[in-house]
């Protein structure tokens, strides 16, 4: 493991994030609501126990959020934010690496990523990580990656 796994740690989302987080926000699919709901969304966001947000850190700086917005059917729907100043490091890499050994502790069997088809960057990151695509609606590509499949490994048979 790098020195910038063991440096980079998730952690609950708490309300005094919202400030820092909601500039990253800015990309097609990650605004946060209009009007009056604007206001609402962190508390929305830790209140909804189907919703793990996860911020990640390094030196005590926030870096990064994940979320995981769990089904019944044990899959979830995926959406990662890296900071704009700490992008291109390797932090997205560690950041989803951690997120899915939590979604296999959760009991998911499938992540799923929404990314607007013009977003090549993004596309490019979710396919290296093992995301495969499983068709587009709307201008977005639907990505799914198995959770407990291994980055450039095929995934193990479970039965659901």
Known sequence: MTDLAHSLSLRPFRLADADAIEPWLSAPGLSPPRGAARRDWPARLIADGR???????????????????????????????????????????????QAIVQARGLGLVQLVASVDVGNAVALDFFQDMGFVSRGVIANRLRLVRDV?????????????
């Open 51 to 97: 919703i793990l947000v996860q911020v990640a850190e390094t030196g005590g700086q926030q870096i990064g959020l994940v979320r995981l917005d769990c089904g019944p059917d044990r899959i979830a729907e995926i959406t990662l934010v890296v900071a704009p100043e700490s992008r291109r490091l390797g932090h997205g890499r560690t950041i989803l690496q």
């Open 148 to 160: 407990h499949a291994g980055v450039g490994q095929p995934p193990l048979e479970i039965e659901i």
